[in-house]
T-cell receptor, first 109, second 115 residues
């Protein structure tokens, strides 16, 4: 059971880079790290997934150190529309991979 | 590509009444999930189907909640009788398969208020 710990909330300003770190000390060898984004009144939306080192897509980058005990979601040049809750999940989709409370990111003008 | 469809969008009922939610997953997705999301919390998995079989329902309050997925496509989640603490958003999600690196695709959810 890989439990995750992430900050409850973060504030940023438009145009800044935002880094949200997730701690997962008990990550298993076969576990992947997945990040979801959730806007109010919507279901979570997949952002990015990785196993090790660095993954980048059109939305974000995911940095995973060699020991894989943490990961960092990086959002480049955030805008007001990036205000959302961001969830870090580790493992396989069943009861062992729980959505925590997530990180509530507020982007200010 | 059509997303996960859920209905109704909102539902208000009184305690002890029954309610049902419907979900149509993305075409071809074998795995379907129902989550409960209480205000201010992350989604909590209630039940997972693989085709029309239940993979995990350990967090489903079986004395009042039931779910089925007929023919391995659409699914319904029912609550009977509802309690005040069932007020939440009920999210349906689907994935192509069940596996460690599968992406979940969520619907917009049904917001249930129990008065």
């Amino acid at each position: 059971l890989a439990k995750t710990t992430q900050p409850i909330s973060m504030d940023s300003y438009e145009g800044q880079e935002v880094n949200i770190t997730c701690s997962h000390n008990n990550i298993a060898t076969n576990d992947y790290i997945t990040w979801y984004q959730q806007f109010p009144s919507q279901g979570p939306r997949f952002i990015i997934q990785g196993y090790k080192t660095k993954v980048t897509n059109e939305v974000a980058s995911l940095f995973i150190p060699a020991d894989r005990k943490s990961s960092t979601l990086s959002l480049p040049r955030v805008s007001l529309s990036d205000t959302a809750v961001y969830y870090c999940l580790v493992g396989e989709v069943n009861n062992d991979m729980r959505f925590g409370a997530g990180t509530r990111l507020t982007v200010k003008p | 590509e059509a997303g996960v469809a859920q209905s109704p969008r909102y539902k208000i009922i009184e305690k002890r009444q029954s309610v049902a939610f419907w979900c149509n997953p993305i075409s071809g997705h074998a795995t379907l999930y129902w989550y409960q999301q209480i205000l201010g919390q992350g989604p909590k998995l209630l039940i997972q189907f693989q085709n029309n079989g239940v993979v995990d329902d350990s967090q489903l309050p079986k004395d009042r909640f039931s779910a089925e997925r007929l023919k391995g496509v659409d699914s319904t989640l029912k609550i009977q009788p509802a309690k005040l603490e069932d007020s939440a958003v009920y999210l349906c999600a689907s994935s192509l398969l069940a596996g460690v690196n599968e992406k979940l695709f969520f619907g917009s959810g049904t917001q249930l208020s129990v008065l």
